[in-house]
């Protein structure tokens, strides 16, 4: 047991270093999951553009320990901490040289997450992780459970294919028989038949078609408004951590395929740059950093400098960005959204819905209120302007009479700039201003 001391200091300081810092809520993180537990079916009565796998294991989590802010961090906690003991476990073995390699990598990952921005559920982390562990079966030569591991990282999140290439690599880097090559397969095959048996006994095969396929990546990665770059300096911070790529190929002798699965871990970033898209690739690149740590490869004077230089970076950018979000406060659960939400369950008429225009949808389970319109469609151009869309909305606001709506006022650029001008009609029509709270407008029916 005394070799799992210094993992579990680790565990114990990642913890401490995210609970200190700022968490942010991601209002889908939370309201997925409340209607789905109020008896709404994904696709069919929301509009999602993900495939399924990480929103149902978070709601199987609320329905245990409840729905709320603490709960999403523990969940998001735990799974950044599962992922960090999948990295030891891939390093590590009984030797002292090995465990100082795995800790090194660990300790990387808890840097690198911060440097991120990974303090807050989304679909990369649980990517990442079965990544991870795609990886480590087929180190291990089990396809089979690879094959299983694999489908279940695309039935996360679509760019999870982008690991297909290195999965292939890897697999073929260590057989050639056809035996194996079909394990993996049917491993892929009889787990996907599953969950497409689930998505035909709920009825939503059609629904599901329609977002995850057509819409998720037929329409999504290019509609208006979805494509965002970065500037010329966020792209120069965000790829000096992948530096080490360069010695890491020329030094590694053995794990070079690494650095494959590194790349491919980005690819994600595209289309709307965000830093937590990269956290596939991090676990790659936190072991990258932790084989380089192999006494050959410090000896030699040059890398050993390199290396040196390196970490005194990443740590400075650790120091950076942990230092910006030293706070308490939630995310899109900051006390406006807490005042509005507390507003919104002492003045709605009983169990009456609402509707939230241009504001945080996690006022609907802060507040404890199920959505007027059904399907619930993001407040996003590229959901609103679909066909039929804001008439459906329309519909559903003069049959349901929802007694609140709730917005924001519009921005001069960015998301919160669009006005769906079909729905913005029809509340002018019936809708009177009755308060404002910090910012947030709140409607009462005429």
């Known amino acids: 047991m005394s070799r799992y001391k210094t993992l579990s200091i680790l565990l114990v300081g990642q913890t401490a270093l995210l609970y200190f810092s700022k968490f942010t809520a991601w209002p ?73 390699r795995a800790s090194v990598a660990v300790f990387t990952y808890i840097y690198l997450v911060v440097i991120y921005e990974g303090n807050g559920l989304w679909f990369e982390h649980l990517v990442g992780l079965l990544a991870l562990v795609t990886y480590l079966f087929i180190e291990r030569k089990h396809y089979f459970s690879a094959g299983v591991a694999t489908i279940l990282m695309i039935l996360t999140k679509q760019t999870g294919v982008w690991f297909l290439p290195a999965i292939g690599l890897s697999i073929f880097h260590r057989t ?63 790829v000096i951590p992948y530096s080490i790529l360069v010695p890491a190929y020329f030094l590694l002798k053995t794990r070079r395929e690494l650095i ?38 410090i000896k030699k004077s040059l890398f050993g400098f390199l290396i040196i230089i390196y970490i005194m970076t990443i740590s400075l950018l650790f120091g950076r960005s942990y230092l910006r ?35 945080w949808d996690s006022i609907y389970p802060f507040s404890q209120s199920l959505p007027a319109t059904k399907p619930w469609y993001p407040h996003l151009s590229w959901y ?22 709730i917005m924001k006022d519009f921005t001069k650029s960015g998301l919160g700039s669009y006005k769906p001008l079909v729905v913005l009609e029809e509340i002018s029509k019936n809708y009177v201003l009755e308060v404002t709270i910090d910012g947030h407008d709140i409607y009462r029916r005429k």
């Open 28 to 100: 889908e993180m939370l309201l997925w999951p409340f209607l789905i537990l109020n008896g709404w079916l994904p696709y069919q009565d929301i509009a999602i553009a993900h495939t399924p796998l990480l929103f149902t294991d978070l709601t199987i989590w609320y329905s245990l320990v409840g729905l709320g802010v603490t709960t999403l961090k523990i969940y998001t906690w735990l799974l950044l901490a599962i992922t960090a003991v999948s990295i030891w476990f891939c390093v590590s073995s009984n030797t002292v040289e090995k465990r100082i």
């Open 176 to 238: 050639r028989s056809i035996h194996e090559y079909l394990k993996y397969c049917f491993a892929i095959l009889i787990t996907a038949g599953l969950f497409l048996s689930v998505i035909f006994l709920l009825g939503i095969e059609q629904d599901f078609w329609q977002w995850v396929v057509e819409f998720g990546i037929g329409v999504l990665p290019h509609a208006d408004g979805q494509v965002v770059l970065p500037s010329v300096r966020q792209l120069f911070i965000a």
């Open 260 to 297: 494959i699965w590194t790349i491919v871990g980005v690819f994600g970033v595209y289309p709307r740059w965000e830093l937590f898209h990269f956290l596939p690739s991090l676990p790659f690149l936190a072991i990258i950093v932790g084989e380089l740590t192999r006494p050959e490869y």
């Open 384 to 405: 609103m302007e679909l066909k039929d869309v804001q008439n459906n909305i329309v519909s559903d606001l003069q049959n349901n009479k929802p007694a609140l709506i």
């Open 325 to 359: 979000n030293i706070d308490h406060i939630v995310r899109f659960a900051e006390p406006d959204v807490v005042a509005v939400s507390q507003y919104i369950n002492a003045k709605r008429e009983g169990t009456g819905t609402i509707y939230i225009l241009n504001d």
